[in-house]
């Protein structure tokens, strides 16, 4: 689920969708707008050569999900699924923490596939790499709505289903996807996992706590939205909405005052959503002031070395990191791009001091912890400034609390704040085209941008279906340069109308192996609303229909659209389906339990709960994905 209030349609916008729907023949309606579009030559891109072979999916809200024709869709791997040697099959009234720990995580949100070996292009063999963003506990345990809220047992499986997966998976002579069982790659890293700090902020004084005097090792990793990955084979995890899981009230006073403010930490009326101070004191901001300021960072796991310690890299900023999209400048130096996801944020960009090696993996393990975060600033006249987070540079001193470059990076919005850079329509994940050297940033909406608050970057107010931005970086014959003070940048699509593909809420994105544009889409509510489900889209990024893309992927009710992720050769296409069945369809009703689900996709058993899950795409006959 998304930071903040999910954007809700209006009225109108409802109305106008009942309409569109109403008038169109009933189930295929908005499947056949763009094929009836093309025949009859209403849209205005009547002729234009799309980039991919299939015909779009249906979009209405269903129980179950659906992919183009010719495709084949097989379910991987199911929250509670067995992942680690010794763990036992899912068993949804003989759950624990023990057991949990060693089985597939809960709301599964990024996913990459990691080949294996190391270095190689394998597509049939490889590590898939999965966060979990939340474990919502109304969804995993029978009769809990009517107890108010999880129980100490239940908070501790809660805290064994978040955090990342790492699933050894094989693709058979058949083409059909599976887990390895008894992996010795396979691994687990939830909100009790020993994590290390590294980087400006390790052991410094306000990360340091009574469980962790040093201030170098956290317990755990939560709220892990999307990712990236590195050239060097690691994965990087977001965490995201970490305030959620602080109880208390506000710092009043000292230096936590403005930085518990800024993060909405212990600000949320009706208290965390996540009772965890009632198992462990640290996650209580009265009890623990500094406990918070060791979230909100990127984590590095790597996937190929179960042994090692996964690491904070707070030399990248401290926020909601819904994501981390990493790319090379040409000079060599890793540029990882971050979007702050909640309304009137901002996007990161951090460069690292030292060069990427290629073929040397130890030298380059630790490249994230030293380097430039910077921010962005989208003028009208077409340029986007990147604003460096440097103490001692600007306002970034003393005189506004900043007594070292530990305080900005742990306080980097209010940092960013200081330099003016341009408040987003939420942002979500990135995406780099590595031919083009084009950055495509996903807005996925802000209904609380009101008119005099619209600027170029940011067009509509009340924006209720996001947009995208494409920041365009110079070329030359080492590469594209990713680490300049100056880009172009331009809108390249704006959400709303997914009967003429601009799909409502950009979320996810990520560019196949023949360098496409996919998209995912996170409506919250607004599927319901709307009678639209959440999706993965095909866009293309050139061509007369730049900026619009094509359903592939129908999420089930509830559901929302994450991942994608594709195998190097391009012929599978890992999605992941968040969240089905958890949300219900009319506003106000109370919300759907582990027990009364509006779907229970993908099993559709009596008894047996809908299961977040990982989705293998592929074609029958072998063939690319999108053609
Ligand atoms: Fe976790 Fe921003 O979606
Ligand atoms: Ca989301
Ligand atoms: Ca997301």
New binding site residues.
């Given amino acids: ?3 903040g209030s999910p954007p809700r349609p209006t009225l109108r916008e409802v109305v106008s969708r009942r309409t569109v729907l109403r008038g169109l023949a009933a189930g295929a309606a908005i499947s056949a707008m763009p094929r009836l579009a093309r025949a009859r030559g209403t849209t205005g891109d009547e002729g234009a050569e799309r980039s991919f072979d299939f015909e779009p999916v249906t979009l209405e809200v269903a129980d179950s999900h659906r992919v183009a024709k010719g495709y084949r869709s097989d379910v991987l791997v199911r929250w509670g699924d067995p992942i680690l040697p010794g763990a036992p099959k899912f068993d949804l009234g003989k759950q624990s923490p023990r057991a949990q720990a060693g089985q597939f995580g809960h709301w599964n ?1 990024y996913v990459t596939f990691m080949p294996l070996p190391l270095g190689s292009g394998n597509s049939s063999h490889g590590l898939l790499c999965v966060n979990h ?1 939340h474990a919502t506990g109304r969804m995993m345990f029978p009769g809990v709505a009517t107890r108010g809220s999880p129980g100490e047992n239940e908070m501790a499986i809660e805290m064994e289903a978040v955090g990342h997966s790492v699933v050894e998976v094989r693709r058979s002579a058949s083409g059909r996807w599976r887990v390895v069982r008894s992996s010795r790659y396979g691994r687990r890293t939830t909100a009790t996992t020993p994590i290390e700090i590294r980087g400006p902020v390790r052991g410094h004084r306000r990360v340091r706590t009574a469980q962790d005097p040093a201030g170098t090792r956290v317990l755990g990793t939560f ?1 892990n ?2 990712g990236g990955k590195t050239p060097w084979g690691t994965v990087l995890s977001a965490e ?2 970490y305030e959620q899981y602080f109880a208390g009230t506000p710092a009043q006073a000292g230096p936590e005052r403005r930085n518990h403010e800024r993060y909405g930490i212990g600000m949320s009326p009706k208290g965390p959503t996540f009772k965890w101070h009632k198992l462990d004191a640290r996650f209580h901001v009265g009890a623990e002031p500094r406990e918070a300021n060791r979230f909100g960072w990127i984590v590095e796991i790597d996937p190929y070395d179960p042994s090692r310690t996964p690491v904070k890299r707070t030399a990248l900023g401290r926020l ?1 990191h ?1 994501s981390a999209a990493v790319t090379l400048d040409a000079d060599g130096r890793v540029v990882v791009y971050s ?1 702050d ?1 909640q309304e009137f944020e901002y996007l990161y960009r951090f460069v690292s001091h030292g060069r990427y090696e290629p073929g040397r993996r130890e030298a380059n393990l630790d490249l994230l912890d030293s380097g430039t975060l910077s921010v962005a600033r989208f003028e009208p006249s077409g340029r986007c400034h990147w604003m460096p987070l440097v103490f001692g540079s600007g306002p970034l001193t003393p005189r506004n609390g900043f007594r070292d470059q530990g305080d900005v990076l742990i306080e980097a919005r209010r940092a960013a704040d200081l330099l003016g850079p341009t408040a987003l329509d ?1 942002p ?1 994940d990135i995406a780099v085209d590595e031919k083009t050297g084009r950055v495509y940033v996903l807005l ?1 909406g802000n209904p609380a941008r009101t008119p005099s608050r619209v600027d170029k970057a940011n067009p509509r107010a009340f924006n209720l279906s996001g947009h995208v931005l494409e920041i365009r970086t110079k070329k030359s014959a080492g590469g594209h340069h990713h680490a300049g003070l100056t880009n172009r940048w331009e809108v390249f699509s704006l959400g709303g109308k997914p009967e003429e593909g601009l799909p409502h809420n950009p ?1 996810n994105a990520e560019f196949d192996p023949k360098g496409r544009l996919w998209i995912a889409t ?1 409506q919250g509510k607004g599927q319901h609303l709307r009678g639209v489900a959440d999706a993965l889209w095909a866009f293309e990024t050139s061509g007369p229909r730049r900026g619009r893309g094509t359903p592939f992927f129908a999420c089930p009710r509830a559901a929302e659209m994450c991942g994608p992720a594709f195998t190097p050769d391009g012929r599978t296409l890992f999605l992941a389906v968040q969240h089905p069945g958890a949300y219900g369809e009319t506003p106000g009703q109370p919300r759907p339990t582990v027990d009364t689900p509006t779907t229970r996709w993908p099993d559709f058993k009596p008894g047996m709960p809908p299961r977040c899950s990982i989705v293998a795409i592929t074609r029958p006959d072998g063939g690319v994905i999108g053609g």
């Fill in positions: 689920m998304s930071a949100d963003e709220a939205c999307s995201e909405n909601k819904e979007g996801d939420r979500e996925t979320d996170d």
